[in-house]
């Protein structure tokens, strides 16, 4: 079983400790090397999941986000021999897949593309206003008196 190293990513990102902590745990799937993939960080509240999927197509994939559980299936369907030949060596995987992602609470998917083998499924994480931090006055002044006295500046 191979193991990622995301201490880096602990000391750099106040906040997202239990998005890599589930991160982390997706490697303990029964098949950990299959399909490969990345884990990239691409903003301050953006992130970007890279699987290998050569040979699959787009109809061969299904991408579920379910509560805070991403999961990309990938199943090629049965071809049948249009050419009449016979494999002589297949070393190119056809075998079904599920990689499942445990994702920290207000984390979306912004959209998904498949290029040059590659599936590249954007993930964003955006904070409710009600759940971001505010400013608490120590004085006792009122909100309302605050943004009012702001608002005739």
């Not at 006792?140 to 006295?149: D, M, P, Y």
């Amino acid at each position: 079983m191979r193991h990622f190293d995301l201490t880096p990513f602990y000391r750099s990102t106040v906040g997202f400790d239990r998005l890599f902590n589930l991160l982390d745990q997706a490697g303990s799937d029964a098949a950990p090397g299959y399909p490969p993939y990345n884990i990239e960080r691409t903003g301050d509240n953006a992130y970007r999941v890279s699987v290998a999927v050569a040979g699959f197509g787009e109809n061969d994939l299904h991408i579920e986000l379910k509560e805070n559980t991403l999961t990309i299936k990938g199943e090629k369907q049965a071809k049948s021999e249009e050419k009449g030949g016979e494999v002589l060596y297949q070393g190119i995987a056809a075998r079904a897949f599920e990689r499942v992602f445990q994702l920290a609470d207000f984390v979306q998917v912004k959209g998904a593309k498949l290029e040059n083998g590659l599936l590249h499924v954007d993930l964003v994480r955006e904070i409710p206003e009600a759940k971001k931090p505010r400013q608490i006055p120590i004085n006792g002044k009122s909100i309302e008196a605050q943004v009012e006295t702001k608002a005739a500046a």
